[in-house]
């Protein structure tokens, strides 16, 4: 069976850090494209970053660019969302997913085909 497991969430406060893992089983991630998305309540699922499968290219959403750093660890078969000077605002529960898109559908849920459990993550003073 494939898994996808995220930890790594939690409660931080205004400018904090935390380092969100995304651990598979039952595939090897190297061959996906990996996107990290969130949904916060209320809201609908948005994709916060991705790196692509077959380039490696690297994709953020305008919100998080300069303070979210994706990459992989292929001997942990893991990719890792590292979030740093964190705002209320990035509240929400964080998933990872894995899949076959494109650049232009790297924040396209849809796209994905397996997706973890997801992780909270709450900024707050």
């Known amino acids: 069976q494939v898994h996808l497991v995220e930890s790594g969430g939690g409660s931080v406060q205004p400018g904090g850090s935390l380092k969100l893992s995304c651990v598979a089983s039952?595939?090897?991630?190297?061959?996906?494209?990996i996107g990290w998305f969130r949904q916060a309540p209320g809201k609908e699922r948005e994709g916060v970053s991705a790196?692509?499968?077959?380039?490696?290219?690297?994709f953020y959403a305008d919100s998080v660019k300069g303070r979210f750093t994706i990459s992989r660890d292929k001997d942990k078969n893991s990719v890792s969302l590292e979030m740093n000077n964190l705002k209320p605002e990035d509240t929400a529960v964080y998933y990872c997913?894995?899949?076959?898109?494109?650049?232009?559908?790297?924040?396209?849920?849809?796209?994905?085909?397996?997706w973890g459990q997801g992780t909270q993550v709450t900024v707050s003073s």
């Open positions: 997913a894995a899949g076959f898109v494109g650049p232009r559908s790297w924040n396209w849920p849809p796209g994905y085909q397996t």
């Open positions: 039952g595939i090897a991630l190297d061959y996906y494209s």
């Open positions: 790196i692509n499968n077959n380039d490696g290219n690297i």
